[in-house]
């Protein structure tokens, strides 16, 4: 069974930095891909950026680029999401998934196999 912690949620005024973490267990897929996404309340599920096991390749939402950096300890499975400057429009909560293989690394949730609870991400203008 896959399973999930994800912790590093909060409230924080717009400007400020939060660092979401992502620890994933229960899979031994060879390659795969580990991405966070949102859904704000009244929209749809969106995908914020994606980083693959195999070759450390980073995708990332245009809205984000600049701002978020994902990365990957391999060794603990984890992922964290640096979020920095963030907006009011930031507001959401954030899951974490993963895809399994064969892999593509769109940041499209429907090809995600498995997903965290989330973590709420409030940033007050």
């Known amino acids: 069974e896959v399973q999930f912690v994800e912790s590093g949620g909060g409230l924080v005024q717009a400007g400020g930095s939060l660092r979401l973490s992502c620890a994933a267990s229960?899979?031994?897929?060879?390659?795969?891909?580990i991405g966070w996404f949102r859904q704000a309340p009244g929209k749809e599920r969106e995908g914020v950026s994606s980083i693959r096991s195999s070759d450390g390749s980073t995708y990332y939402a245009d809205s984000v680029k600049g701002r978020f950096t994902i990365s990957n300890d391999n060794t603990k499975n984890t992922v964290s999401l640096q979020m920095n400057s963030l907006k009011p429009e930031d507001t959401a909560v954030y899951h974490c998934?993963?895809?399994?293989?064969?892999?593509?690394?769109?940041?499209?949730?429907?090809?995600?196999?498995?997903w965290g609870q989330g973590t709420q991400v409030t940033v007050s203008s």
């Open positions: 998934a993963v895809e399994g293989p064969p892999v593509t690394a769109h940041l499209v949730p429907l090809i995600y196999d498995y």
């Open positions: 229960g899979f031994t897929f060879d390659d795969y891909v």
